[in-house]
């Protein structure tokens, strides 16, 4: 997924990422607000993830 995807789906995909990333709070998401490097970032931050980790599953949900 890149970030044209990211925010044209963006409404979509916050539940989808609140559910996977029950961490991030809606200010992460607000301030996030669809850019790909910064979910990405913020999902590192508060979950300790690899940036490939990340990355693979947002490509996932892509897929769908």
């Known amino acids: 997924m890149n970030e044209q995807q990211l925010k044209g789906k963006w409404n979509q995909l916050k539940g989808e990422v609140k559910k996977k990333w029950g961490h991030l709070t809606d200010d992460d998401l607000m301030e996030v607000e669809g850019n790909y490097d910064k979910l990405v970032g913020k999902i590192q ?11 693979k ?6 897929q769908k």
């Not at 931050?45 to 990355?55: I, Y």
């Open 45 to 55: 931050e508060r979950h300790g993830e690899s940036e490939e980790k990340v990355k």
């Open 57 to 62: 599953w947002m490509d996932d949900l892509d």
